[in-house]
């Protein structure tokens, strides 16, 4: 026995566009207010401090570190643990007699045994990481723009732009307001997650081109409906393949260091927006762009015709079907045999003449003609002698070879 499976129901991504472009607007609207109003919070990288590297007995963990240096309101430093316990502390700029303190400190509570170094960061260094990853963006975004115009085309690597665009505003806009530190682990995770978004974009973006290049006259489905199809053939691909990697960044944001976190937070936001954006922003834009080329609208007008061409014909079949019935209940009339033996299926009609219904008089000269005409399925009739029988009777008799009796045909009388 042959097993019917199911076929999944299509989502109308494309159908409810606006929908999704409002929310990106609303996305983008806030990440905007909240960079304006609030900013971002950058590290020392790229304001500058304090680096002290120091060496403790075995046994002391990143947190006792923490508990110490928080005392003296850093409790947002970054602290790194190497080898042989040794630990690297970054904090805003130090005065030396904060430095001295926190020396002090660290020795009864973290057990310090030696100061390594102790280093003043100027932002010079984070100046250099911003303008390092900005042009970094920029020979990304234009080798994107070449490379998918050429694969694919130039409309579709507008589109992945925008996208991209669309997940950075985001990304740094979630920065902003969870008030989190910007450092060079930031900046490589927004760079790793725009990478990762267009990798997505990519895939719906090569099955839109596959579906879309049987497209024909004869095709009964729009390119907006194309578009739709194709992003739900790959949208359990797009749902498995997020789920997988968003597994391991919440383990990493859960268990992970302070500044494997920071970098985590950043892949998690990042992820999201990109899974988001490949499905339920990219394909409609491409969609109401391709859609305005004549070729893609006068497919969209004939489907249309057919359309409203196709919903007319039940109404009017419909009818048909409701005359055909009364036709068929209106009461037919009875065949009335006509003078000459034949029948008439015709509504009040006898098949004889007023004319024809009375006996005329005989003439003696002229032979009296039959006054009612023939039917198509009479038989002609010959034209009689004129003698005084015929004359007196009003019509001969009728030939042998000719069965039927004409209207005009009666008995002899006698004399």
């Known amino acids: 026995m042959r097993r019917i499976i199911p076929r999944r129901p299509k989502v109308p991504f494309i159908r409810y566009k606006y929908v999704w ?48 240096v928080g005392k003296f309101g850093f409790s947002s430093a970054q602290i790194q643990q190497g080898d042989n316990n040794t630990f690297t502390v970054r ?22 045994v030696a100061v390594q170094q102790v280093n003043d960061v100027g932002p010079g260094w984070g100046a250099q990481v911003s303008k390092q990853a900005i042009i970094a963006l920029v020979v990304f975004i234009i080798a994107i723009l070449i490379y998918i115009s050429f694969r694919f085309e130039f409309k579709m690597a507008v589109c992945a732009i925008i996208e991209i665009l669309h997940d950075f505003i985001i990304t740094i806009g979630v920065y902003s307001l969870s008030g989190r530190e910007v ?4 900046v490589i995770a927004v760079l790793t997650i725009l990478g990762y978004s267009l990798y997505d974009t990519i895939v ?42 968003l597994i391991p960044i ?24 990109g ?23 006068a497919y969209r007008e004939r489907i249309e015709r057919k359309q409203a061409r196709d919903a007319r014909m039940p109404v009017r079949g419909a009818e048909g079907a409701l005359a055909t019935e009364t036709a068929d209940a209106s009461p037919k009339p009875r065949p009335v045999r006509a003078a000459g033996g034949s029948t008439s299926g015709g509504a009040g009609v006898t098949g004889k003449t007023p004319a024809a219904a009375a006996k005329p008089k005989a003439s003696a000269k002229t032979p009296r003609k039959a006054a009612a005409t023939p039917t198509p399925t009479q038989r002609p009739q010959p034209k009689p002698k004129p003698s005084q029988k015929t004359a007196s009777s009003g019509a001969g008799k009728s030939s042998p070879k000719d069965r039927t009796k004409g209207p005009g045909s009666g008995k002899k009388k006698k004399k």
């Open 91 to 112: 904090t805003p700029r130090l005065t030396e007699q904060q430095k001295t303190q926190i020396q002090d400190a660290l020795k009864t509570g973290a057990k310090l």
């Open 275 to 297: 899974t988001y954006s490949s499905i339920f922003l990219a394909p409609p834009i491409l969609s109401m762009w391709k859609e305005a080329e004549p070729k893609n609208k």
């Open 204 to 245: 719906v973006f090569d099955r839109i081109k596959e579906n879309a290049d049987q497209l024909t006259r004869q095709s009964k489905k729009t390119y907006s409906e194309t578009v739709n199809d194709s992003v739900n053939q790959v949208l359990g691909r797009s749902i498995n393949t997020s789920l997988t990697t």
């Open 21 to 68: 472009f409002g929310i990106s607007a609303l996305l983008i609207l806030i990440s905007i207010i909240a960079l304006s109003t609030i900013g971002l919070k950058f590290g020392i990288d790229f304001t500058g401090g304090t680096e002290l590297d120091i060496q403790t007995r075995p046994g002391v963990t990143i947190a006792d570190v923490r508990s110490v």
């Open 183 to 186: 450092t060079p682990a930031t």
């Open 250 to 273: 919440l383990s990493i944001m859960i268990f992970g260091g302070a500044t494997l976190k920071a970098f985590a937070f950043a892949l998690f936001i990042g992820v999201l927006a």
